[in-house]
């Protein structure tokens, strides 16, 4: 993977995603290693995303990385006018691996052509951030010992989250049964349904979320934004059906476990964060170890 | 059809040697002047287009002389003129005759139609990877959105 760039989940090979989560594993018992001590990571962020920097940077900053870059387009040159491509063609100079985060769709993969180093896309608008993907694989094989053969269900907005899209996508390649659960308006695309009878897997949909909870082993929350319906009184509607509360996981299996990429506003209560099957915390934490071993296996340091 | 043809001679004449695009819909007949790069031809070029047409009702006609196009820079027409048909001339004769295929490929010439995507904002030549001939499907090289028949439009 030395000087490969991650813009889409698929640009890695099953066998590459498996590696760089048994790496994640290593960066986990010992997360802190002075390997790229002599290694300059930029972080650009031309729109905000404070977990995804801070989870960066801390992977960086633990294995003895400096660090540089921006935190919003604002305090950047891109307020002055300047190119995307400008900005990259100079920032490569500096650095010696890019993680960016653009509100354009598209934007990681024109880096990753013109940069003279490896670019690791951390959002590209409503396309990729494939290191989520990768984090939410650590965290379900961590916890359920093996990616094959799960029962998982997606809840909430699954027609726009990018989240939901790319891990549909990854999950093909372990014998995965979904149940997606999501209102009308909400449903899985198509394109991505079609991804998953392509790999001949099968799919449930349902509009209840209590219908799906005895079954599985994985239960993915997301978040339903207001701002996703052309008419508010939808949306009224089906605000609350999808909000898990503690009650509701009384006949759960034991093995289950409650994911979230964060942020979380309602639809996961206060009550489900000390049941021992709220996962979502450590999920974040997750998200550094994956990133260490990206750093570190794109970087050349680790094979 | 050959009585067809006969009226198609009195309205466009003859070339000697060189490629007649045959069957453009009306509407396409600038559109595939202008990915053929003929607007600065040097040689002769005859255009005619809402000729009546049998099989199409309105048709457009090209006649470029002395020039046999590649079949990689012929095929891009075929996004937007799936009909045409193309007639290989060489000493007023045709030596072959052939349709358009609709190439696996699409450079520069069709617009993203996500208006997000960063070829809309940035000067970037456009990439797609034909995935439906039949249907017309392109996926977008970056930001992977599908731009299908429906939405398609060219630069």
Redesign the interface.
Known sequence: MKNKSLVSINDFTREEHVRILELAGAFEKRPKQRILEDYVVATLFFEPSTRTRLSFESAATRLGARVIGFTDASSSSVTKGESLRDTILTVSNYCDIIVMRHPREGSARFASEISKVPVINAGDGANQHPTQTLLDMYSIRKTQDSLDNLNIAFVGDLKYGRTVHSLVQALCNYNTTFHLVSPQELKLPSSVKMDIKERNLTYHQYTELSEVIPNVDILYMTRIQKERFSDPLDYEKVKNAYVLRNNMLEGAKSNLRIMHPLPRVNEITTDVDDNPKAYYFTQALNGVFVRQALLASILGVVD | MEKEDLRKELKVSAIENGTVIDHIPSESVFQVIKILNLTEYQNQLLIATNLDSQKMGKKGIIKVSNKFFKSDEINKIALFAPTATLIIIKNFAVVEKKKVEVPDYAEKIVK?F?P????N????TTKFTVIDKVELKLR???????TARGNISFR
């Open positions: 993203c996500n997000n995507c960063i070829t904002n940035e000067e970037i977008c090289h970056y930001c992977e959105k599908i």
